[in-house]
Nanobody
Framework: QVQLMESGGDSVQAGGSLRLSCAAS????????LGWFRQTPGKEREGVAL????????YYSASVEGRATISRDNAKNTVYLEMNTLKPDDTAMYYC????????????????WGQGTQVTVSS
């Protein structure tokens, strides 16, 4: 069972930036697509960004396209999400996900979840 541990969540003002990190307990994620999802109370968990294994192709949701950068460091078993020009609508619990050998936006396809890190953006 892979453990994922997020960090970097914070309370920031609109327009600010954050870098989230997610470290895995072992290197079994190297061949997995990794991603970040977020959720607010009463709403479904939604995908924010994905990064494939091997080619490291990034994919972004429309809500963060142009403001987010996902990256991975396989030597550190870590995936990152950098977000700029943060908006109050970005306020959510952010979850790291290890999905599968293929990338998917569907929550049901995620194999491993982190515990989440809170991002709060104030106006």
């Amino acid at each position: 069972q892979v453990q994922l541990m997020e960090s970097g969540g914070d309370s920031v003002q609109a327009g600010g930036s954050l870098r989230l990190s997610c470290a895995a307990s072992d290197d079994s994620i190297i061949n997995m697509c990794l991603g970040w999802f977020r959720q607010t109370p009463g709403k479904e968990r939604e995908g924010v960004a994905l990064i494939s294994s091997g080619t490291n192709n990034p994919y972004y949701s429309a809500s963060v396209e142009g403001r987010a950068t996902i990256s991975r460091d396989n030597a550190k078993n870590t995936v990152y999400l950098e977000m700029n020009t943060l908006k109050p609508d970005d306020t959510a619990m952010y979850y790291c996900a290890a999905i599968s050998s293929y990338c998917s936006w569907h929550v049901r396809d995620v194999r491993y979840w982190g515990q989440g890190t809170q991002v709060t953006v104030s106006s």
